[in-house]
């Protein structure tokens, strides 16, 4: 169980491996949601937050004082902690039920499941509305240590870390030159244009991809450098060097061990699509990226020998 206080969220540009975390962080004895899909994120995060034109940013990130973000990371948090249902509730989730439910009226959001008629998505939205209430009014959790994974989580990091107390945060990253030839754009549609990429997504995905990359991953490590509580971790090293990556990531967050090292290291699998970028047209892709993308490269430890030489 961990001796630090508050929850903790994990996530990252979809497609980073946030989901091998999670499961090891589950290992923990940390309780995750009950809403989950598959990738084990939790659904009411995203009934809540994944609506991109409902919130106010500056620089890449939600804005700390956004009124909206506040109150749906306070009704997340209530619901997790099984708070009881208050009026307040009740108007920010059917807020998040008709965004969800009706976005194609309005501006586009990004769901897994787009293709689905106007009437599966509000089945789908008023199912994680359900879900959020049943939280809120269940008797208070014997566990007290509790998290979610949600890739989406960072862009809404300045505002948990004002409203959520003792809230604490792990951030996944995956070397860019294997995800911008993945075909995972939810996130990208949803928030690329906080940073510069919506309108190339259309004529250059590829390139779109890793600008969004390089720039909300740094913004993201700039933004968390110098707090306590939060850890920056590579998807590679997991994999690799999972036995010292998770003490790492366990010192970073103040958690005891209590389970078997091994049964840790036994979560952790290979994937076949690390390194998938050399067979790609890749170093064509980092020249038309520029000292940008290089830069993000090098900063998190994505920039070998082998891409040195290859571009002289």
Known sequence: MSTGEGPIGIGGIGGSGTRVVAAAVASLG??????????????????????PYHFGYENGLVRAECKNATAAART???????????P?????????????????????IALPGDHLSRRTRIAWAARRGAQVLKSL???????????????????????????????????????????????????VRNFGRLYGVEDLLLSDPPLARLYYWSRANTTVADFLAGRTGTHVVRYEDVIDEPQRTLAELCSALDL?????????????????SVGRYREQDYLQLIERAGEEATAALKRFGYWNDHLAAARK
Do not use: C
């Open 88 to 108: 307040r509730h009740a108007r920010v989730l059917s807020r998040a039920v008709l965004d969800a439910g009706l976005h194609s009226t309005g501006v586009e």
């Open 30 to 51: 940390y309780q995750l949601g009950q809403d989950l899909n598959g990738a084990m994120d939790d659904l009411s995060f995203t009934l809540l937050f994944k609506r």
């Open 76 to 86: 997340f948090y209530d619901a997790r902690t099984h708070f009881g249902i208050r």
């Open 137 to 187: 009014r269940e008797p208070e959790s014997s566990t007290p240590s509790w998290g979610w994974k949600e890739p989406n989580t960072f862009v809404f990091l300045p505002a948990l870390y004002r409203a959520l107390p003792g809230f604490r945060y792990i951030h996944v990253i995956r070397n860019g030159l294997d995800m911008v030839f993945s075909r995972n754009d939810f996130q």
């Open 256 to 272: 005891s061990v209590s389970a078997d090292p091994d049964a840790l290291v036994s979560l952790i699998g290979s994937s076949a």
